[in-house]
């Protein structure tokens, strides 16, 4: 499994928590929502997107990190709020919107592009480093509760 798969893994993971917490909002589910978001975030802007600062791809990877910036708040705003607020469901949609759109881009544009750019050595350490740096931040993130 290469950093695209494993990145794209998550991603289908956060697309059934979505749907799933659409469906019936739940205190778990959200806390793994927050929690995995967070340092699969924190696992790119450490490993993946500094790799990419130096290519043609950097535009999108700082889109991408501004949009990880937007969803960062409104996960945060989202946390604060009761499911029975009627606040609660138009925010948490407008986040899913964020989140789905953001990683379409990463899956189909980012990751298309950054295929080409590394050799399977830096593909590797990549994944290696997303890894850690997002075992890291879950430990971080964990604490911080």
Same mark, same amino acid.
């Given at each position: 499994?290469?950093?695209?798969?494993?990145?794209?893994?998550?991603?289908?993971?956060?697309?059934?928590?979505?749907?799933?917490?659409?469906?019936?909002?739940?205190?778990?589910?959200?806390?793994? %929502?927050? !929690?995995?978001?967070?340092?699969?975030?924190?696992? /790119?802007?450490?490993?993946?997107?500094?790799? +990419?600062? $130096?290519? @043609?791809?950097?535009?999108?990877?700082?889109?991408?990190?501004?949009?990880?910036?937007?969803?960062?708040?409104?996960?945060?705003?989202?946390?604060?709020?009761?499911?029975?607020?009627?606040?609660?469901?138009?925010?948490?949609?407008?986040?899913?919107? %964020?989140? !789905?759109?953001?990683?379409?881009?990463?899956?189909? /544009?980012?990751?298309?592009?950054?295929?080409? +750019?590394? $050799?399977? @050595?830096?593909?590797?350490?990549?994944?290696?480093?997303?890894?850690?740096?997002?075992?890291?931040?879950?430990?971080?993130?964990?604490?911080?509760?």
């Amino acid at each position: 499994m290469d950093i695209f798969s494993t990145i794209k893994k998550d991603h289908d993971e956060f697309r059934k928590l979505f749907d799933k917490l659409t469906e019936k909002p739940s205190r778990g589910d959200f806390q793994k %929502l927050y !929690r995995d978001g967070a340092s699969h975030m924190a696992a /790119e802007e450490r490993t993946l997107y500094p790799a +990419l600062q $130096d290519t @043609e791809v950097r535009a999108l990877a700082l889109e991408a990190l501004e949009e990880h910036n937007v969803a960062r708040q409104e996960l945060q705003q989202i946390e604060q709020l009761s499911f029975k607020d009627e606040h609660w469901l138009p925010k948490f949609t407008v986040l899913c919107d %964020l989140v !789905r759109h953001h990683m379409g881009v990463e899956e189909k /544009e980012i990751f298309a592009k950054a295929k080409k +750019l590394f $050799d399977q @050595e830096q593909l590797d350490t990549l994944l290696k480093e997303f890894n850690a740096a997002k075992k890291e931040a879950v430990a971080e993130v964990s604490a911080s509760k």
